[in-house]
T-cell receptor, first 113, second 114 residues
Framework: GNSVTQMEGPVTLSEEAFLTINCTYT??????LFWYVQYPGEGLQLLLK?????DKGSNKGFEATYRKETTSFHLEKGSVQVSDSAVYFC????????????FGAGTTVTVRA | DVKVTQSSRYLVKRTGEKVFLECVQD?????MFWYRQDPGLGLRLIYF???????EKGDIPEGYSVSREKKERFSLILESASTNQTSMYLC?????????????FGPGTRLTVL
């Protein structure tokens, strides 16, 4: 079956620090990969996505590259801000017409001024 | 903007009560989902629906049922609430045409069962 493993939190950083959240996956097919973000008190929203190997998704200064050889989709940001404090979820869907998402456990990130 | 709304942000119910959680989306999406979110477990799929009156079980359907009588509305029903159903419940919807599309989420309902 499908599964997503992401690094456990919580992660606490200072402003302008470098952030990496590791994500690896297991899938039966050729998945699409996603990072979702949940700000305090809100639902999830899509942060970025990649649909094939070597694709790089990017948004709001965050990046993640689809690595098929290592089955990974690590999230990175070079300089975090207090407003990046949130819970981050790695997720996959297994093939183009399967809309179901499998989620990782989530990583709570707190950025201090 | 796509909007997914959920009927309540916070709900407190007693064990054994029948509980209805309502979700409405305004973008004519075919597909709708109910997840529960628990610390350390991420989001787990309870039920989903590809069309009106159509439903399929997700990974943890036990103790839940759903109803989709209209395209825009997807209801989650707890027939007899139990304390282990205390959780955050999230509704989502997605347009058809491929999983590359984004799932849009509601703000969540935090349910406490006493």
């Amino acid at each position: 079956g499908n599964s997503v493993t992401q690094m456990e939190g919580p992660v606490t950083l200072s402003e302008e620090a470098f952030l990496t959240i590791n994500c690896t996956y297991t899938a039966t097919g050729y998945p699409s990969l996603f990072w979702y973000v949940q700000y305090p008190g809100e639902g999830l929203q899509l942060l970025l996505k990649a649909t094939k190997a070597d694709d790089k998704g990017s948004n709001k200064g965050f990046e993640a590259t689809y690595r098929k050889e290592t089955t990974s989709f690590h999230l990175e940001k070079g300089s975090v801000q207090v407003s990046d404090s949130a819970v981050y979820f790695c997720a996959l869907s297994d093939h183009p017409n399967d809309y179901k998402l499998s989620f990782g456990a989530g990583t709570t990130v707190t950025v201090r001024a | 903007d796509v909007k997914v709304t959920q009927s309540s942000r916070y709900l407190v119910k007693r064990t054994g009560e029948k509980v209805f959680l309502e979700c409405v989306q305004d973008m004519d999406h075919e597909n709708m989902f109910w997840y529960r979110q628990d610390p350390g477990l991420g989001l787990r799929l309870i039920y989903f629906s590809y069309d009106v009156k159509m439903k399929e079980k997700g990974d943890i359907p036990e103790g839940y049922s759903v109803s989709r009588e209209k395209k825009e509305r997807f209801s989650l029903i707890l027939e007899s609430a139990s304390t282990n159903q205390t959780s955050m419940y999230l509704c989502a919807s997605i347009l058809g045409g491929g999983s590359y599309n984004e799932q849009f989420f509601g703000p969540g309902t935090r349910l406490t069962v006493l």
